[in-house]
């Protein structure tokens, strides 16, 4: 008896902040999911959409949380530092290394249209192989996915 023909997973995965927290999930995630064989996106949204834009992903912070995060120079401070747990404890690399290693594997990246009309971004001002799409586009891509998290 012939075997059924394996069925593609989709994942889709959301991306609405422009700090370290916000990015290193989905980008892992994203990396991991098209390795496993399915076809993956991330849609950027809100302050996520700074992520994609041009030189934007260099300016991703980690803000700690409570009282300690309003100090002066600590968003700096704690961004170095989980940087570097992250590159020598966990083996990850930096979110535009990790952008770009995700973008050249075959994630595909969306931008949220309404985001970007909003914050008066264009098409150009976004990195290259980025798609735009409005909230119907990325329901149709959610409605269809196997795996969809807002991170």
Known sequence: M???????KK???ICSRNTLDGVYPPLILG?????AGAETAVFFTFNGLDVIRRGGIKKVKYYMPGL???VPG???????????M???KANVPPPAELLEMARLE???????????QMMGVTKDDLIEGVEVIDAAGYM???LDADVELFI
């Open 2 to 8: 012939a075997e059924a023909a394996k069925e593609t």
């Open 11 to 13: 994942v889709l995965l």
């Open 31 to 35: 990396l991991q999911g098209v390795r």
């Open 68 to 70: 300690l995060g309003a």
């Open 74 to 84: 600590m968003a700096a401070l704690a961004t170095r530092m989980m940087l570097s």
């Open 86 to 88: 992250a590159e020598k």
């Open 106 to 116: 075959g994630v595909r990246f969306y931008g949220c249209l309404m985001t970007m």
């Open 140 to 142: 149709r891509m959610a």
